[in-house]
């Protein structure tokens, strides 16, 4: 699909219906009906940026702030194979106390008692940390652009480098990860034309994983006022990506639940083929407050798990086997 067949299709005016079904098929030929679970495990949200749409930013004083300490994420990690998930992602905010040294020495741990595949999600580093954290044992990263408007993006992120987050993604993909990236739908002042530019640069860099959620406006940041993004854009830019990226995980994502009771379900019959049920301590999942009224913050990990099981037969589908690897290398 061209730039225009992109915005066409991201248009309100243009019936959803077609496109979510061609990313249907499209996503069963490619990756088939299973759905891959990576639990979840925010280790910590202290954050050196200040993005204006994130709630863990680090101008917010309203959030309570935690780490969790190198057992507690074995804990989590424990808990996921128990649960029978084949892998993890591993989230934080950009921390500067978890060094990548310190990081690579948990990654290490989890990846020689388990059989776990495991994501960070920690944010920008140098070339060389990020070889340390790929050594370790570190299978896969995730590092969103958010949007590849460069104007939008320097409103959002006043102290990230547009360049430098390209850069560290090439990076990525030199020290051998498999490279996650993605975006919010609806953000303030973002246009179709930009959301297509989006999709069309999610094949440039040929990614392994795409991340797509909804913008939720949180009330501690300077963005708490702007109206959140609508589930239909989300659910557009999914297939679309599905249809365009062919065969790339796209998770169905937290957000997309959040917005709308079967805002999940949905994104899973319009081309998503992931889901990343959370893991990590009760106690602290209402502090890792990205956008208000997450979902799936008190259930136990063990409720999340039969909930998503249950999500998945309803759909008539099942979770997949094996580890999720990039199907790009196949």
């Not at 639990?39 to 200040?50: A, D, K, M, T, V």
């Not at 796209?250 to 959040?258: C, E, R, S």
Request: aromatic share 6%; net charge positive; proline share 5%.
């Amino acid at each position: 699909m061209n730039k225009k067949e992109l915005v066409d299709a991201l248009s309100p005016d243009t019936d959803p219906a077609p496109l979510f079904a061609l990313a249907d098929k499209i996503r069963r030929e490619q990756v088939g009906d299973g759905v891959h679970l990576r639990g979840l495990i925010e280790f910590s949200n202290h954050c050196r940026r200040r993005c204006y749409y994130c709630g863990i930013r680090a101008a917010n004083a309203k959030v309570r702030r935690y780490r969790l300490t190198p057992e507690q994420i074995l804990d989590c990690a424990r808990t996921a194979v128990s649960l029978n998930y084949k892998s993890v992602v591993m989230q934080s905010g950009e921390d500067l106390h978890w060094n990548p040294k310190e990081l690579a020495s948990v990654v290490e741990k989890i990846k020689t008692t388990t059989s776990l595949a495991i994501t960070l999600s920690v944010g920008e580093h140098s070339k060389e940390d990020y070889t340390t954290l790929r050594s370790a044992g570190a299978d896969r990263f995730l590092l969103r652009f958010e949007t590849s408007d460069r104007r939008l993006f320097s409103m959002l992120k006043p102290d990230s480098n547009y360049d430098q987050r390209f850069r560290c993604l090439a990076w990525l993909k030199e020290a051998g990860f498999q490279v996650g990236s993605g975006v919010m739908a609806g953000l303030p002042g973002q246009t179709a034309a930009s959301m297509a530019d989006d999709i069309l640069l999610f094949k440039e860099l040929d990614l392994d994983m795409v991340g797509i959620g909804p913008f939720i406006a949180n009330p501690d940041t300077p963005l708490g006022a702007a109206p959140n993004g609508s589930l239909d854009t989300a659910l557009r830019m999914v297939a679309l990506t599905r249809i365009v990226t062919r065969n790339t995980h796209i998770p169905a994502t937290t957000a997309m639940g959040t917005l709308h009771p079967q805002g999940r379900q949905k994104a899973l019959k319009c081309g998503a083929n992931v889901l990343m049920p959370n893991i990590s301590p009760t106690e602290h999942r209402t502090d890792y407050s990205l956008y208000p009224g997450k979902i799936c913050v008190n259930e136990a990990p063990e409720q999340c798990a039969g909930c998503v099981d249950a999500m998945l037969a309803g759909l008539g589908r099942q979770r997949a086997e094996g580890f999720g690897h990039s199907l790009k290398q196949v």
